[in-house]
């Protein structure tokens, strides 16, 4: 099933998310729902808010940057309750985009590495570091379940530049072309 994506403006993308407990009810579907979705909207990461649900899960399949970078090759990966928390003080910019914020892009800047505890889809415990993309998507998809869209983490400036975008999408003048099949 391909889930439709929440657009900016949508409650579901300010929340905090709840925790997952291993009785979820088809929490394996719902990931593998979530990689169609992901791939039919040519991301590289989905949060479960994105597509309404009020969970701490995300996946990301960082696979089309894997000649940029060898370790991103069939990178595909499901994290539920993840925790980051330890951030390397060293950052890089990126020019950031979102599927919630159909043709909006900015320079966000985020740490190279971090240090996550998270479970996979069988709630098996894993605690790792993540480097360069994929430390980079896995920030932006956590600031999802965390309540956090990436215009929050621009320059001021920048958001109030982006302010008629923002509001354009917030009242519904963009859809989403991605629907429930």
Not at 54 to 73: H, K, Q, V, Y
Not at 108 to 114: D, N, T, Y
Not at 133 to 140: D, F, N, P, R, Y
Request: proline residues 5%; negative net charge.
């Amino acid at each position: 099933m391909i889930y439709p994506i929440v657009i900016y403006g949508d409650e579901a993308l300010r929340k905090h998310c709840e925790e997952i407990t291993p009785d979820y009810p088809d929490l394996k579907k719902l990931a593998e729902d979530m990689f169609l979705t992901l791939e039919e909207a040519e991301g590289v990461g989905l949060a479960a808010p994105q597509i309404g649900k009020n969970i701490r899960l995300f996946i990301i399949d960082c696979t089309p940057w894997g000649e940029e970078d060898p370790s991103c090759a069939d990178y595909k990966r499901a994290f539920i309750n993840p925790e980051i928390y330890a951030y390397s003080e060293e950052k890089k910019t990126y020019n950031e985009g979102c599927l919630s914020f159909p043709g909006i892009r900015a320079d966000v800047s985020r740490s190279l590495a971090i240090r996550m505890r998270y479970l996979d889809t069988d709630f098996v415990e894993h605690d790792e570091e993540f480097t360069g993309l994929k430390a980079w998507v896995i920030q932006h998809e956590y600031d999802h379940i965390e309540g956090v869209v990436f215009t929050d983490r621009i320059a001021p400036l920048r958001r109030q530049l982006l302010k008629g975008k923002l509001l354009n999408l917030a009242k519904g003048k963009y859809r989403c072309a991605y629907k429930t099949k």
